[in-house]
């Protein structure tokens, strides 16, 4: 158990709707990295945040979107989905020394 | 600009056998390294890391790897593997911007 969790685990939906992935850090992790993991693009960084503030932008496309909260859970937002959006969503947080500790993922399926 | 290459896309081992999975980077610094796995339908874990000094870090899971500089290797190795071992192994580079990048993964594949 790595400590992070992640809602929900599983997530089926439709093409054009929105979902929204939610992550619980560990405890003292200031920092949380969104990853998007698929059979043909393999793990692709998407966004982190770092106390409440973006740090960095990966390939993240303009229909999602990321926050991070003042008690540092976050939440990755998916709009107009598409099939090509199916994947395994991978919430990580880190302490300043950089290692990532990450959740299960939530599996998203777009029908 | 930092990268991480994973020469091996699939590697198969019989059980008790040892194991090598190769990793480079390339990067402009002493990067921060780690092996990271991942069983299927899981996360990723942790399995060890290199800061600085010793070249030879032992992690979780009776895994090790070494930090070569000359070489910009950071090869993940078990000197007999077990069938739980079967699983997709990723190296990762922490570097610039704190930004963590990761390589395409090894399958590991182990026969009984």
């Known amino acids: 158990d790595s400590g992070v969790t992640q809602t929900p685990k599983h997530l089926i939906t439709a093409t054009g709707q929105r979902v929204t992935l939610r992550c619980s850090p560990r405890s003292g992790d200031l920092s949380v990295y969104w990853y998007q993991q698929s059979l043909d693009q393999g793990l692709q960084f998407l966004i982190q945040y770092y106390n409440g503030e973006e740090r960095a932008k990966g390939n993240i496309l303009e229909r999602f979107s990321a926050q991070q909260f003042p008690d540092l859970h976050s939440e990755l937002n998916l709009s107009s989905l598409e099939l090509g959006d199916s994947a395994l969503y991978f919430c990580a947080t880190s302490p300043p020394t950089g290692e990532l500790f990450f959740g299960e993922g939530s599996r998203l399926t777009v029908l | 600009a930092q990268s991480v290459t994973q020469p091996d896309i699939h590697i198969t081992v019989s059980e008790g056998a040892s194991l090598e999975l190769r990793c480079n980077y390339s990067y402009g610094a002493t990067p921060y390294l780690f092996w990271y796995v991942q069983s299927p339908g899981q996360g990723l874990q942790l399995l060890l890391k290199y800061f600085s000094g010793d070249t030879l870090v032992q992690g979780i899971k009776g895994f090790e790897a070494e930090f070569k500089r000359s070489q910009s290797s950071f090869n993940l190795r078990k000197p007999s593997v077990h069938w739980s071992d079967a699983a997709e192994y990723f190296c990762?580079?922490?570097?610039?911007?704190?930004?963590?990048?990761f390589g395409t993964g090894t399958r590991l594949q182990v026969t009984l």
């Open positions: 990762a580079l922490y570097g610039t911007a704190s930004k963590l990048t």
